[in-house]
C-alpha cells in the first residue's frame, strides 16, 4: 500500500474506531451487549487490512446484528460501515463538512462565465458519521444514539 | 397493432443507447466523479461495489432484452398465421366455418411455438427455424430460472436480433412477391 492510502486507510480506521466507541457507550442500558473483533477490509486501492468488527449481542448471547467496516474508498464519502442485521443491511457514512459537492461549469466562448457547487447532501453540518435517508433527497442525519437504535431495530426486526 | 408493425429496430435502438448508457457508468463510477453520481443509486458504494452492479446489470439486461425481441417476434409469427388462417372463416358449410375460425383463432396463440416455427419451413432456411428454436429455449429459461436447466448454448442479444429479423424480412420478402 502505498503512503497517501495507508493516509486514507488511517484515516478511515481512526474515525471507525470513534463511531465504535460512541456505540458501546450507545448500548449501555440496553439489552445488547457488543463484542469487538477484527476483520478484513479488501479494497482495489489499498490491498487487505484489518479493522475492528461488532458483533451485538442479545442477552442469551444470540447476535442481532452487526456493524461491519466496509471500507474507506465510497462514492461521495470518506468511509463506510455496515449495520448489518437478519432482514436488512443499512449504511452509514463519513462525511466531511459541508459534504461532497456537485461541480458544474459553466462555460462560454471558451470562458468560464460560473461555476456551482451543489451539495450532494444536505443538513451535513460537520465531519461525522451519517445515515442517508434517501439518495434522491440526499437528506443526511448524523448519527446519535436514537438514530442507531432505530437503525439496529430496522435491520434486525429486534425490540430493544 | 397489426403483426406487420412489429418493429425489433425499436427493442435493437433501446439496447444500443442503454448499453452505451451501462459503458459510460462503469466509465464515471469507479473515479468516484460526484458530480455525475449526485442523486445516482451508486453514492455510498464503494468503487468495486459500483462496478459490480454495472456489470451485474448488463447481463441481466442481455438477458431481458431476448426476452423482449422474442415477445415482438412473437407476435409476428403469431398474427401472421393467424391472417393466413383467416381463409378458413370463408369455406362452406358457412356456419361449420364460423365456428373452425374462432376455434383457430381463439387457439393459435397457444400453439405450441416449435410448431409454429415449423410451418416456415420451405418459406424460411432450416438453419434460421432451427436459431429461433434455440432462442425460444434461452428465453424460456430467462423467463423462468427457477425451474429450469440453462439451455446449451446461451443467446446473446446480437445473435436473437439478427436471426429474428432475418426470418421476418424473409416471410414478408416472400409475402411480396406473391402479392
Not at chain 1, 37 to 42: A, G, L
Not at chain 2, 59 to 84: C, M, S
Request: charged share 30%; with cysteine; glycine share 6%.
Amino acid at each position: 500500500m502505498d503512503q497517501q492510502a495507508q493516509q486514507i486507510v488511517d484515516n478511515y480506521l481512526e474515525s471507525v474506531r470513534d463511531l465504535f466507541a460512541d456505540i458501546e457507550s450507545w448500548l449501555q442500558g440496553t439489552k445488547l451487549s457488543v463484542v469487538r473483533e477484527e476483520t478484513d477490509i479488501s479494497e482495489g486501492r489499498s490491498g487487505t487490512y484489518q479493522g475492528p468488527y461488532l458483533r451485538l449481542n442479545d442477552e442469551k448471547g444470540r447476535q442481532v446484528a452487526a456493524v461491519r467496516p466496509k471500507g474507506a474508498w465510497i462514492i461521495a464519502a470518506k468511509g463506510r460501515v455496515d449495520v448489518e442485521g437478519r432482514w436488512e443491511t443499512q449504511n452509514i457514512v463519513y462525511l466531511e463538512s459541508p459534504g461532497p459537492q456537485a461541480v458544474a461549469r459553466f462555460v462560454e466562448n471558451g470562458e468560464d462565465i460560473e461555476t456551482t457547487f451543489t451539495p450532494i447532501f444536505r443538513d451535513v453540518t460537520e465531519p461525522g458519521w451519517y445515515w442517508i435517508e434517501d439518495k434522491t433527497r440526499g437528506r443526511a442525519h448524523q448519527m446519535d444514539r436514537e438514530l442507531f437504535l432505530d437503525l439496529v431495530r430496522v435491520v434486525s426486526d429486534y425490540e430493544l | 397493432m397489426n403483426y406487420d408493425e412489429t418493429s425489433l429496430d425499436d427493442v435493437w435502438t433501446v439496447y444500443q443507447v442503454a448499453l452505451d448508457c451501462h459503458r459510460i457508468a462503469k466509465k464515471i463510477a469507479p473515479r468516484g466523479d460526484e458530480a455525475f453520481l449526485a442523486k445516482t443509486v451508486f453514492l455510498e458504494m464503494n468503487f468495486e461495489e459500483a462496478e459490480e452492479k454495472i456489470d451485474h446489470s448488463m447481463k441481466d439486461l442481455d438477458n431481458w432484452i431476448v426476452l423482449t425481441l422474442w415477445a415482438q417476434f412473437e407476435h409476428f409469427v403469431v398474427g401472421y398465421v393467424r391472417e393466413k388462417g383467416n381463409v378458413l372463416g370463408h369455406t362452406e358449410p358457412e356456419a361449420f366455418s364460423a365456428r373452425l375460425h374462432d376455434k383457430f383463432d381463439r387457439e393459435v396463440g397457444d400453439w405450441k411455438k416449435s410448431d409454429v416455427l415449423d410451418l416456415f419451413k420451405g418459406v424460411v432456411e432450416p438453419d434460421l427455424i432451427g436459431q429461433a428454436k434455440q432462442i425460444k429455449e434461452y428465453r424460456d429459461w430467462v423467463a423462468h430460472r427457477s425451474r429450469r436447466r440453462l439451455p446449451s448454448s446461451k443467446t446473446s442479444p446480437k445473435l436473437a436480433f439478427h436471426v429474428l429479423k432475418a426470418i421476418i424480412e424473409k416471410v414478408r420478402a416472400v409475402e411480396d412477391s406473391v402479392t
